[in-house]
């Protein structure tokens, strides 16, 4: 689905050598450009992401020109048959010659904007089922007819500009608030079924439930299964919170540092891989190495599943997560949650970092809406794992001792 706006908009996936991003070769001249007319693909106005599924598009008037804007040829091609495999197809090597359609891919989204020009969005990911795009243009560039081409230059050095970013392993990343825990924790009563919530909520970010967002592009959804290890860290003062050590696949432990004296939204964190210590060591390295004062939890076992979540208008990516924390010891003992936190941004583009407080408050408002519509939750809380330990202990001391 489209927002209706952008229905009478024109949009092109622009192809051209992948020279022209990982500028492992310098431009040449009348190397082709190939414009390919496609339905409007962004879900929101303004937009940052952009995703591009190859097969949804249908067929697409598709044009090749050498940069001066002369005419090589065109054809109409189903949105499938432009890169099976992520090589040009049989009607793209048609139009472009076999010299140029070895190196051919989606240079970049273009958007006409209604006030004349067009706003970029580059490819950072390519896929032969789809492509994903982060705009680069804050205002609109290359006014004129878009055969004319007059675009072309300004969107390939505001990619060069932007190339290391654009063109890095991660497909661009930030993390705005570094070193702090942005969290909405809502707790799950009566506990449903995890996997099976866990499933429609992905469904619901799929169909567009909430508005401007989708799952993150390729990354939607992770399982986490793990022990945990966590002590109360009672003091000093400046450090009050808790420690927890977590196992990893390979070898070692990551140690979780969380500070407050208060369950909150925002709490400041820590993580430290690559502990090899045993867990009866666990204390004494927090004692005698760490200089903390500490009181052992209950050790549990917390199966987690991340639904990750990408607004297509800021770039900024949210995890929605839904778990089940069991006491070893009393497997009985158990807190079932739904967490709402802020994990990093997907843009060149600067955006004030209070955007994201602004857009967690949206997406506060609609999962407490959705949970309670499920009869699994009728607000947030702030209930730490902490605090949850502490209070099973209270019930029942004898868990002080597992």
Not at 243 to 268: C, M, N, Q
Request: proline letters at 7%.
């Amino acid at each position: 689905m489209h927002d209706e706006q952008t229905s009478d908009r024109g949009a092109w996936v622009v192809l051209g050598g992948v020279h022209l991003l990982n500028r492992t070769a310098p431009r040449r001249p009348n190397e082709p450009i190939v414009l390919v007319r496609v339905p409007p693909q962004e879900v929101c106005q303004p937009a940052t992401t952009v995703i591009v599924r190859w097969n949804a598009l249908g067929p697409c008037p598709t044009e090749a020109l050498h940069p001066g804007g002369t005419r090589l040829g065109s054809a109409r091609i189903d949105g499938g048959e432009l890169f099976p495999d992520a090589i040009a197809g049989l009607a793209l090597r048609g139009l472009v010659g076999a010299e140029a359609a070895p190196g051919l891919v989606p240079l970049c989204y273009l958007a006409e904007h209604p006030g004349g020009g067009y706003h970029a969005y580059a490819q950072i990911r390519f896929h032969p089922e789809d492509s994903c795009f982060v705009r680069t243009t804050r205002e609109p560039v290359g006014h004129g007819p878009v055969e004319e081409l007059r675009w072309l230059d300004p969107v390939l050095t505001a990619h060069a500009e932007s190339s290391t970013a654009l063109n890095n392993h991660l497909r661009y990343f930030r993390k705005h608030f570094s070193g702090t825990e942005l969290e909405f924790k809502y707790t799950l009563d009566p506990a449903p079924d995890i996997w099976s919530a866990s499933m429609e909520l992905l469904k619901a970010l799929r169909d567009g439930e909430l508005e401007g967002c989708r799952p993150e592009y390729r990354e939607e959804f992770q399982i986490h299964h793990t022990e945990n290890h966590l002590f109360d860290v009672t003091g000093p003062e400046s450090e009050i919170g808790y420690a927890s050590f977590i196992p990893t696949v390979t070898a070692g432990h990551v140690l979780k540092r969380k500070w407050f004296t208060e369950d909150a939204f925002a709490r400041r964190e820590e993580l430290t891989s690559g502990l090899d210590i045993t867990p009866d060591r666990f204390e004494a390295y927090l004692g005698e190495d760490l200089g903390l004062e500490v009181r052992a939890m209950p050790p549990f076992r917390r199966v987690r599943y991340d639904i990750q979540c990408e607004s297509m208008r800021t770039g900024h990516v949210y995890g929605i997560f839904v778990d089940r924390c069991a006491l070893l010891a009393a497997p009985e003992v158990v807190l079932s949650q739904c967490e709402l936190e802020y994990l990093r941004s997907r843009s060149i583009l600067d955006h004030d970092q209070d955007e994201v407080l602004i857009e967690m408050e949206r997406i506060d408002n609609w999962l407490c809406e959705y949970l309670a519509s499920h009869g699994w939750a009728t607000a947030h809380t702030f209930y730490s794992k902490r605090s949850f330990l502490r209070d099973a202990i209270a019930l029942r001391p004898e868990l002080a001792m597992s």
